[in-house]
């Protein structure tokens, strides 16, 4: 008989069935998050061109000092789980942090890494909104009201198919590691 899990499952790419509301670590595959999120693009899609969540994590790592970088690349991961929800709309979804967070929680055991997020990934994550925002978005209609300046970064958007290498190429330099991909049979 098979094991009691809370809420419903789904596929990831790599075939494991894996339940948002009950996450763990054991279900947790690098190879996962890179697809997900290299298909994924920021701001809801509402970019000139496609600019995905792998690219930006690739990104945020790059512009973190070394202790930080595994953190800043798997910032968002996340949301290979739970999707990318734009920031305007998710702090209105009464339970989607909690739900977020069991994911990164699950994530960063996964990883060993610290369950909070180190302040100055959240610094970077935010001063790179004002690079994207002039590169990527049409001229805005109301200010977005940055905290940050901007880092100094030059965007060209990657494909789908490239920012799922980069992202992978930058996991394996700073764990030194790739977990083997699961047998589809």
């Not at 000092?65 to 953190?71: A, Q």
């Not at 739900?99 to 055991?109: H, L, P, Q, T």
């Not at 977005?144 to 799922?164: K, M, Q």
């Amino acid at each position: 008989m098979s094991e009691e899990r809370k809420g419903d499952w789904l596929q990831t790419s790599s075939g494991i069935a894996f339940w948002p509301l009950d996450p763990r670590p054991e279900e947790v595959e690098i190879q996962d998050i890179a697809h997900a999120l290299s298909n994924m693009c920021r701001y809801g899609g509402h970019c000139r061109e496609f600019y995905s969540v792998a690219q930006h994590s690739v990104l945020v790592s790059q512009a973190l000092s070394p202790e930080y970088k595994l953190w800043g690349l798997l910032h968002d991961a996340g949301e290979a789980y739970v999707v990318d929800i734009p920031r305007p709309l998710k702090r209105f979804l009464t339970n989607y942090a909690e739900i977020e967070k069991g994911v990164m929680n699950a994530v960063c055991d996964k990883f060993d890494m610290a369950r909070k997020m180190p302040d100055e990934v959240k610094r970077v994550d935010n001063a790179i909104l004002a690079d994207e925002m002039p590169q990527l978005m049409k001229s805005p209609p109301r200010p977005w009201n940055l905290i940050e300046p901007p880092l100094g970064i030059t965007i060209r958007p990657w494909t789908s198919a490239e920012a799922n290498i980069r992202f992978l190429s930058e996991f394996r330099m700073l764990t030194g590691i790739l977990q083997h991909q699961r047998n589809s049979s």
